[in-house]
């Protein structure tokens, strides 16, 4: 950055109550606190957040959005069963996505280095202070940032569409993965990026996401190694 270039802070969103129910719903659907078949009452739910019950309905839209519950007519909501792989056809999804997004940025020369270089900063800063959901957020501005630049609206809107930042949070729980390997991740994609390394750029993308899938291949076929 030139002595004339304005300094880029993170981008930073402040979570609607009706947000923060959605995350912690989510959280503790796939921890198991809530069990698939489980039923989610509104009434119950806004006494136990100490709401009303219009952010809680806003929640649960959200979640069926995401296909972690199911509303059945004249009988309430309830938790879907095989929410595990409903998150791990997301991560594929959105490697799609994110790998469409870095070439597209990357072509138009509309990607935001700096702005990304503050979001590694702040997850690099997270980490050290075990700040999981200061990660979380540092990671959906960082990728935001780059499907914002690749200037396709329909692109945007199916990322949208998929939740990202509840999807994080979740996946930060699940996998009980390690902040700094995120901030790591972060920036060895950023390199690629700056680099002007196209491909390798797009691959790393697309592994990034890839990688959360859990499945028992790679984007590329390759088997997994299994951990015993």
Same mark, same amino acid.
């Given at each position: 950055?030139?002595?004339?270039?304005?300094?880029?802070?993170?981008?930073?969103?402040?979570?609607?109550?009706?947000?923060?129910?959605?995350?912690?719903?989510?959280?503790?659907?796939?921890?198991?606190?809530?069990?698939?078949?489980? #039923?989610?009452?509104?009434?119950?739910?806004?006494?136990?957040?100490?709401?009303?019950?219009?952010?809680?309905?806003?929640?649960?839209?959200?979640? +069926?959005?995401?296909?972690?519950?199911?509303?059945?007519?004249?009988?309430?909501?309830?938790?879907?069963?095989?929410?595990?792989?409903?998150?791990?056809?997301?991560?594929?999804?959105?490697?799609?996505?994110?790998?469409?997004?870095?070439?597209?940025?990357?072509?138009?020369?509309?990607?935001?280095?700096?702005?990304?270089?503050?979001?590694?900063?702040?997850?690099?800063?997270?980490?050290?202070?075990?700040?999981?959901?200061?990660?979380?957020?540092?990671?959906?501005?960082?990728?935001?940032?780059?499907?914002?630049?690749? #200037?396709?609206?329909?692109?945007?809107?199916?990322?949208?569409?998929?939740?990202? +930042?509840?999807?994080?949070?979740?996946?930060?729980?699940?996998? +009980?993965?390690?902040?700094?390997?995120?901030?790591?991740?972060?920036?060895?994609?950023?390199?690629?990026?700056?680099?002007?390394?196209?491909?390798?750029?797009?691959?790393?993308?697309?592994?990034?996401?890839?990688?959360?899938?859990?499945?028992?291949?790679?984007?590329?076929?390759?088997?997994?190694?299994?951990?015993?």
């Amino acid at each position: 950055m030139t002595p004339d270039e304005p300094a880029v802070t993170p981008l930073v969103t402040r979570m609607t109550l009706a947000q923060q129910i959605r995350e912690s719903l989510v959280v503790r659907i796939v921890s198991g606190e809530i069990q698939p078949g489980e #039923r989610l009452v509104e009434t119950r739910l806004a006494a136990m957040y100490g709401t009303s019950q219009a952010p809680v309905r806003e929640a649960l839209r959200d979640l +069926e959005a995401m296909r972690m519950v199911e509303t059945r007519p004249r009988r309430g909501t309830f938790v879907r069963h095989f929410v595990q792989q409903t998150l791990r056809e997301s991560y594929v999804v959105r490697a799609a996505l994110e790998e469409t997004a870095t070439r597209l940025a990357m072509l138009a020369g509309t990607v935001p280095v700096e702005a990304l270089r503050a979001e590694v900063k702040a997850m690099r800063a997270a980490a050290r202070a075990g700040d999981a959901a200061a990660a979380a957020r540092a990671s959906v501005a960082f990728h935001r940032h780059i499907v914002d630049a690749a #200037r396709n609206e329909l692109l945007k809107l199916s990322w949208e569409a998929l939740q990202i +930042e509840a999807r994080t949070s979740v996946t930060m729980v699940a996998a +009980e993965v390690r902040l700094k390997d995120v901030a790591r991740d972060h920036a060895e994609l950023l390199r690629s990026i700056e680099d002007g390394d196209l491909e390798t750029a797009c691959k790393h993308a697309r592994d990034h996401q890839w990688h959360y899938a859990d499945l028992p291949h790679d984007a590329h076929g390759r088997a997994r190694r299994q951990v015993s």
